[in-house]
C-alpha cells in the first residue's frame, strides 16, 4: 500500500502556483440522437480546491468531463482549461492529467507498457512509468498483464496515468469506485495533498458520502442541469431545512401555505418532504392545528447525504 | 484542414515519437509474434503447395520449368499480406474494443496526427511481416527446387518480387488500419477482412482476372509479377503499385476523416 505523504514523487509546486488552471465549463449542451445529456451546463473549478461534481447516474457527468476533454464534440458551448480548449494545449499530458471510466487497457499489456506507451505518445519521460506506479501502490504488480488486475488495481493504474505528466489540473471520474475502504482513504489523503499544492483537482462521484470529507467545492448536476454549485460549506447552511414525514402531506402544503407563505416543500424520493425556510415550531403547530399526522419533524442540515438527494432527486421528478 | 507548411522540427518531432508510441503497442503484446509464426506456415504451404502440384486437366498452371513459373513460386514469399491486413486490422479494432482510443486520444488529441502514425507504424509492421514471409519463403523454396525440374529466376527478378512483397505487405497493413477505423467492430472487422482476401477476393482474381487484376490482391498479383491459370495476366509492376497505393489512400483518408468527429464514449 502506497504511503499517504507522496513527497519526492510528485513535484512540489507552490500552492497558487503556475500549475493549477481553472476549469471552465460555459453554455454546455450535448445530445446524443434525440437524448439530451447535457443542457446549457454551467460552472468553474478553482486551482488548489478539490471540487466534486456529483449527480446520480446518468446525470451527465461522463459526457461533461469527455467535453472538457476534446473526446466528445459539444453539440453547443464548450469547456476550457486555463482558457484554452483540450485540443489547442501544446503538451496536453503535462497540463491535465485525467482518468476516465470506461478507459480500457489492453489486458495482454503490462502495466509498465502501459504507461510507457502513453508517455511516449504525450512526450513524457518513460521512467516516470515506475514512479507513478510506485506512487499508486502498484510498484509489485508492475510487470503484470492488466488483464489479470482487479477493480481497485485498474483504479490505481488509471491515476497513475493520469499523473504520468505530473499535470497541474486533475480530472477523475468516479476514482473511488473499487478501492477497498483503505484505498478510499489513501486517495482522499492523496486529493487533499495535490490540491495543497495549488493544483487543480476535479472529482466526480454519485455518492456524496464518498467524497464528501475530501472536496470543498460542490458542482451538483442531475438530467444534464446544473443544480447547485457551491463550496460545500454552504450546501448545509441553506436556509432552515426540515425533514418532515406524514401520510397527509396535501393537507400540511395547504396550512403551510396560510401560515407560512414563504415556505417552500419539495417531494424527496424516500416519501418525505423537504421543508425550507421555515422554523421547526411552525410547522409542528400548522400540523396540529389541521389535524395532520406527523411522523417525523426533524432538521436536515447536518444530512448532506439527504440533501444531495433532494437537490437531484428535486430535477429527476 | 490543414494547411500546407512544412512541419517545425517541434512537430516533426512529435510525430516520430507518436509512430513510436505505436510500435510499442505493437511490440508490448505477443499478437504480432503469434501472427508472424501463422504467417510463416501460411507461406511455407503456399510454397510447398507450388513446388509439388500435381498437374490438373483442364487448368494451365505455369511449369516450375519455364519463368512465368518460377516468378509464380517466388510470388508466393507475399503471402504475408493476409497477416499484415490482419494485424493492421486488429490493431486498429483493438483500441475500440479495449477502449484504450481513449487514453490514446487523451496523450494526443489531434486526431489526424494519431491516424497518420498509427498508419505509419502499420506499414512497419507490415514490411516486416513481408520480409520475414520472403526470407521464409525463399529459404523454403531454394531447399526444395533442387527435388524438381526446374527453370532459372534471374537474381533481379528475385530481388523485384521480394521488394514488391515487403512494400505490399507494407500497403496491405496500413488499408487494414484503415478497414479497422472504417468497421469499428473488432470481429466483424476481422472476419469481413478474411471472407474478402480469402474468399471472395481470391475467387475473383483466380477465376475472373479480367476484374480480379484491379482489386487490391489482384494488384498484389501484378507487383509481384505472378501469372494467374490458363497463362492469365495481372497488371505490370508499376500498374499494380499505383491501383494499391490508390486503395490505400482512399480507405486511409476515409478512415482519417471519419475519424476525426466522432464521439469518443
Known amino acids: ?317 | 484542414m490543414s494547411t500546407v507548411t512544412a512541419p517545425s522540427p517541434a512537430t516533426a518531432g512529435r510525430r516520430s515519437r507518436l509512430v513510436s508510441a505505436e510500435l510499442l503497442k505493437v511490440t508490448s503484446t505477443r499478437m504480432w509474434l503469434g501472427l508472424l509464426a501463422a504467417l510463416c506456415v501460411y507461406v511455407g504451404i503456399g510454397i510447398v503447395a507450388t513446388v509439388f502440384a500435381p498437374e490438373q486437366p483442364g487448368v494451365t498452371v505455369p511449369r516450375l520449368t519455364t519463368a512465368a513459373g518460377m516468378r509464380n513460386l517466388f510470388a508466393q514469399g507475399g503471402g504475408g499480406y493476409l497477416f499484415a491486413i490482419v494485424i493492421g486490422t486488429l490493431g486498429m479494432t483493438q483500441e475500440l474494443r479495449h477502449q484504450t482510443l481513449t487514453s490514446t486520444l487523451l496523450a494526443e488529441p489531434r486526431r489526424n496526427r494519431v491516424m497518420v502514425a498509427k498508419m505509419a507504424a502499420y506499414a512497419v509492421v507490415g514490411a516486416v511481416y513481408g520480409a520475414v514471409g520472403v526470407l521464409f519463403g525463399y529459404a523454403l523454396a531454394l531447399g526444395l527446387l533442387p527435388f524438381k525440374d526446374h527453370g532459372d529466376l534471374p537474381a533481379t527478378a528475385m530481388w523485384q518480387i521480394a521488394g514488391g512483397a515487403v512494400i505490399g505487405c507494407a500497403l496491405f497493413a496500413v488499408l487494414g488500419v484503415a478497414i479497422g477505423a472504417l468497421i469499428r467492430n473488432q470481429i466483424a472487422a476481422v472476419l469481413g477482412v478474411l471472407v474478402w482476401v480469402v474468399l471472395v477476393e481470391a475467387l475473383l482474381v483466380a477465376l475472373l482476372p479480367t476484374v480480379g487484376k484491379w482489386l487490391p490482391g489482384g494488384a498484389l498479383n501484378g507487383i509481384l509479377q505472378a501469372t494467374g491459370f490458363n497463362d492469365a495476366q495481372y497488371l505490370p509492376v508499376w500498374a499494380g503499385a499505383l491501383v494499391l497505393i490508390g486503395y490505400t489512400v482512399v480507405f486511409g483518408v476515409l478512415a482519417a476523416a471519419t475519424t476525426q468527429r466522432r464521439d469518443v464514449t
Open chain 1, 1 to 317: 500500500m502506497a504511503s499517504p505523504s507522496p513527497g519526492p514523487l510528485v513535484s512540489d509546486a507552490p500552492a497558487g502556483g503556475p500549475h493549477g488552471a481553472r476549469i471552465e465549463v460555459t453554455g454546455l449542451t450535448k445530445t446524443f440522437g434525440s437524448v439530451l445529456a447535457v443542457d446549457d451546463l454551467s460552472f468553474a473549478v478553482e486551482p488548489g480546491r478539490v471540487t466534486g461534481f456529483l449527480g446520480p447516474n446518468g446525470a451527465g457527468k461522463t459526457t461533461t468531463l469527455r467535453c472538457l476533454l476534446g473526446l466528445v464534440a459539444p453539440t453547443s458551448g464548450g469547456a476550457t482549461i486555463g482558457g484554452r480548449h483540450y485540443h489547442d494545449l501544446h503538451e496536453p499530458m503535462r497540463v491535465v492529467g485525467s482518468a476516465l471510466e470506461a478507459t480500457g487497457f489492453h489486458p495482454g499489456r503490462s502495466a509498465t507498457a502501459h504507461l510507457r506507451v502513453l508517455a511516449r505518445a504525450g512526450g513524457l519521460d518513460e521512467a516516470r512509468a515506475p514512479e507513478v506506479l510506485e506512487l499508486v501502490g502498484l510498484a509489485e504488480s508492475a510487470s503484470r498483464k492488466v488483464g489479470g488486475f482487479s477493480l481497485g488495481m485498474r483504479q490505481r493504474l488509471q491515476l497513475a496515468s493520469a499523473l504520468l505528466g505530473d499535470p497541474g489540473v486533475l480530472v477523475l471520474d468516479e476514482p473511488a469506485n473499487g478501492l477497498d475502504p483503505e484505498g478510499i482513504a489513501w486517495l482522499r489523503a492523496f486529493l487533499r495533498y495535490l490540491a495543497g499544492q495549488g493544483r487543480t483537482v476535479l472529482v466526480s462521484s454519485h455518492v456524496l458520502s464518498e467524497v464528501e470529507q475530501t472536496v470543498d467545492d460542490v458542482v451538483i448536476i442531475a438530467q444534464g442541469r446544473l443544480v447547485r454549485a457551491c463550496p460545500l460549506t454552504e450546501l448545509t447552511e441553506h436556509g432552515q431545512r426540515l425533514v418532515v414525514r406524514t401520510p397527509q402531506a396535501a393537507e400540511l402544503v395547504s396550512a403551510l401555505a396560510s401560515v407560512a407563505p414563504q415556505a417552500r416543500v419539495t417531494a424527496v424520493e424516500d416519501g418525505s418532504l423537504l421543508v425550507e425556510d421555515v422554523e421547526a415550531p411552525v410547522v409542528g403547530r400548522a400540523a396540529l392545528d389541521a389535524r395532520v399526522e406527523l411522523h417525523e419533524l426533524r432538521p436536515a442540515t447536518s444530512d448532506l447525504e439527504q440533501v444531495f438527494l433532494s437537490l437531484t432527486g428535486g430535477a429527476t421528478s
